[in-house]
Each structure stands twice: as C-alpha cells, then as structure tokens.
C-alpha cells in the first residue's frame, strides 16, 4: 500500500473540524497501514495526563498535553510548491524512478 503523501509536504485541509478546514501545514509523520497523517498545528487534542512513577525512578508531570491527533488522508490535499494551490498527484514513471506530479501545472514534487 503506498500514499502519494509523505513526510515533510506541505498539506492544505480541505474537510474536518471547521477550526481546522482551510489550514495548512507540514505532515509530520505517515501512517500508511491506517491510511492516516499527523500535519503540524492540526487537529489538535488535550489529553488530561496524571501524574505516574516510572520503573527508572522519573516523575511524568500531571497536567493538560495538547498534541496534533491523526487525521484521515482524504481530508487533506498536497499543496504544490510551484503553483502554490492545493492539487492532486500523479505518478510518471522513466527510467530514473517514479516521481510525483502536480496535476495543475505538471511540477514534479519530488
């Protein structure tokens, strides 16, 4: 299974929380099984954390963490850097490898 977005594009949310809808940023990891992305400044979830001992002795610190939750990848487009406007992906493949494409102005992403 493979996913025409990776680590590190530029991405534009284009459905989800309406907070979020519109944003953009940078994918932080992939989740290629889940078919699942995490952008930075997105989706962001609070998770009430209580204080725990570790086995080593550590304290983890009670409080609110706020952290950027996995969000489908179908609620996101990859935004082209050439064209600056959100677009779909093509593959062309030559004897180098294969390579992504904007689909609007026919830059290769890679």
Do not use: W, Y
Not at 53 to 60: E, L, S
Request: hydrophobic share 35%; with cysteine.
């Amino acid at each position: 299974m493979t996913m025409k977005i990776r680590k590190g594009d530029t991405v534009e949310i284009i459905s989800g929380k309406l907070e979020d809808k519109g944003k953009r940023g940078e994918v932080l990891s992939v989740r290629v099984k889940e078919r699942r992305v995490v952008v930075q400044g997105a989706n962001i979830r609070i998770k009430h954390q209580r204080q725990v001992q570790t086995q080593a002795g550590r304290n983890i610190q009670p409080g609110r963490i706020q952290f950027e939750a996995p969000m489908d990848v179908s609620n996101v487009m990859l935004v082209c850097p050439k064209c600056g406007q959100p677009t779909r992906v093509s593959v062309q493949r030559d004897d180098s490898g294969a390579h992504r494409v904007c689909k609007q102005c026919e830059a290769v992403l890679d």
